[in-house]
């Protein structure tokens, strides 16, 4: 369910985690991203926020395409090691 000042929802299941992508527009009518993960316990759940802002966008996203890029270099780096053994 939206409320008044989100615009965009994306919800990721992941084992006993969720994560959350919701985008929102502040007062001074600027977007940004709240990112919540969600995990469940045994006493219920523990959530973790980071709120990354309309200024900061090119940076954030640029820092996350040179780590996923990373990860998947090096996760085939490593599927290759174990075909050759």
Do not use: C, W
Not at 23 to 47: A, C, F, M, P, W
Not at 63 to 73: F, N, Q, S, T
């Amino acid at each position: 369910m939206k409320r008044h000042n989100e615009i965009f929802n994306e919800e990721v299941p992941a084992g006993r985690r969720t994560y959350f992508f919701d985008v929102k527009i502040n007062k001074d009518k600027q977007k940004y991203l709240k990112i919540t993960e969600s995990k469940r316990t045994d006493h219920g759940y523990e959530h973790r926020r980071i709120m990354i802002f309309e200024e900061h966008f090119d940076e954030f996203f640029e820092g996350l395409d040179i780590v996923k890029e990373y990860l998947l270099r090096d996760t085939e780096n490593k599927e290759e090691k174990k075909s050759t053994l």
